[in-house]
């Protein structure tokens, strides 16, 4: 989809739903405020937030659907090695997990409108804010300070898709960084260029949200933490300075984290997957699905219907201790004669699939940090420590290990997959690392079981409907190989 018309289309929509509404009750819906309105208050301002939020649970991005979807929820897994496709699978996603895509793949297409709709969105409630900072300077700071947060990591997760060097200092070409709603057509910058606007933004933000109102989230209740606060923003900072190669800077931003939130005890770890409001769970960002409103991870184990389309590969599977490892259960159960993934059944006792999507967890930012800290002159004792400390709250009676250099990164590098399997990262860090991609288990219906560095498919071509319509991206601007 063309970033002009994405942006067009959202103002034309909202436009057709309130004269829809129109014609039956004379109200505008909540939360529909389209590019065309002037805000006359910081309420305006807030209700489009409220409406940018919401997009997350797009069946392109974090949501799921019949068809190719899950972005940034299941599909990193899915076209890594964490996850085997069965025969069970609809097939709605050969294309993708087989790494035979082309410019004209409607997924690909799908998940760019969805999430330049989002930037779109955070656009629209950053226009002309500045007008009310005296009037209320600590909301107006919450405000405008979630909207650049949301802007800034919604351009880092295109950029993990469409880049190739992820490397901060990086001339490769990134994505379009798109800053106020009515911007006409966006040149692709450098990578470098866009980790400068992605830094820029959310450093703004950190600033902004240490000085708010009213607390954004609860600061000692961490299971349901659905809006992006100066933490939050502090891990998304973590997450992207170790994409980027800034180890000392992703190990001091991770942390600022870890000092404010705890890891969940082994008896409430598996409350995390039901959504039970148990008090300290380690979420930082979590977005939320309610009835009606989708499922996150459907597209892997579509509990309703007992439908396994992806299970664990054995190569990941194998790994976890079965017996003490707290992580098993939670994540995976039998069923029948499979083991499928089970750590996206549903709220409290249901099944039904609908669960709140984890972004960010706190034991993300212990891997990060010990990652980090292999690449940092002195550091590897922290690393081992980081290590150490995950391990112990996750496998009951753990003995510390002592490893160094390479055996050290390998660990965590393992860690790292068993800690966060379908939570969206394994394609990414195997590309970041430019490691190959190798499935020992590739079962019957994988068609590609290796993607060597240097391949074309580490990188998604960039659509080619915004290769027509934008003027300033053409064939030149395309990504190699396609």
């Not at 219907?305 to 790994?319: A, H, W």
């Not at 409290?348 to 999507?357: A, E, K, R, Y």
């Amino acid at each position: 989809m063309k970033l002009k018309n994405i942006i067009l289309g959202i103002g034309i929509a909202a436009a057709a739903t309130i004269a829809s509404c129109n014609s039956i009750i004379d109200i505008e819906p909540e939360f529909v405020l389209d590019g065309s309105q002037r805000f006359n208050s910081l309420d305006d301002y807030e209700f489009s937030l409220i409406g940018t939020y919401a997009q997350f649970r797009s069946s392109d991005y974090y949501g799921n659907a019949s068809g190719p979807a899950g972005a940034f929820s299941t599909l990193p897994d899915m076209m890594s090695d964490n996850l085997t496709e069965t025969g069970e699978s609809l097939a709605n996603f050969r294309q993708l997990v087989n790494w035979d895509y082309a410019s004209d793949n409607s997924a690909i297409e799908n998940l760019w409108t969805a999430a330049y709709r989002i930037i779109a969105q955070a656009n629209i409630t950053l226009r002309e804010i500045d007008r009310f900072e005296e009037e209320d300077p600590g909301r107006y700071n919450r405000i405008k300070g979630q909207a650049l947060a949301i802007r800034a990591y919604v351009h880092f997760d295109l950029l993990r898709y469409f880049a190739d060097d992820l490397s901060r200092n990086s001339t490769t070409l990134g994505v379009p960084y798109k800053t106020t709603f009515d911007q006409e057509n966006v040149a692709r910058p450098t990578v470098a260029e866009s980790w400068s606007a992605i830094f820029a933004d959310l450093e703004e933000a950190l600033e902004l949200l240490e000085d708010t109102d009213i607390a954004i989230n609860s600061s000692t209740n961490f299971s349901l933490r659905a809006n992006i606060d100066d933490i939050t923003v502090n891990a998304i900072l973590a997450r992207a300075y170790l994409y980027a190669g800034q180890y000392a800077e992703a190990a001091e931003a991770a942390s600022e984290v870890i000092a404010l939130v705890p890891l969940a005890p082994s008896a409430n770890f598996g409350a995390i997957w039901r959504d039970e409001n148990i008090g300290s769970s380690e979420l930082i960002w979590s977005v939320p699905f309610n009835s009606g409103e989708g499922t996150p991870a459907s597209n892997v184990y579509f509990a309703s219907g007992n439908r396994s389309s992806f299970r664990p590969s054995l190569e990941v599977f194998e790994t976890y201790d079965q017996v003490n490892d707290i992580r098993f259960n939670a994540y995976f159960r039998r069923v029948g004669n499979r083991d499928v993934v089970s750590k996206y059944l549903g709220k409290g006792n249901l099944s039904d699939g609908i669960v709140n999507w984890k972004v960010i967890r706190v034991s993300e930012m212990y891997l990060i940090r010990a990652e980090a800290n292999t690449f940092l002159q002195g550091g590897e004792s922290v690393a081992l420590e980081d290590l150490n400390t995950l391990r112990s709250a996750r496998i009951s009676g753990y003995s510390p290990v002592s490893l160094s250099g390479q055996a050290l990164r390998d660990a965590i590098e393992l860690e790292r997959r068993k800690e966060l399997i379908v939570e969206g990262h394994r394609f990414f860090d195997v590309k970041r690392t430019t490691r190959e991609l190798e499935r020992t288990d590739c079962g019957d219906n994988f068609t590609s079981c290796s993607l060597l560095t240097g391949n074309r498919a580490w990188v998604w071509p960039i659509p080619i409907g915004e290769i027509i319509a934008n003027d300033l991206i053409n064939e030149e601007h395309q990504n190699p190989g396609y």
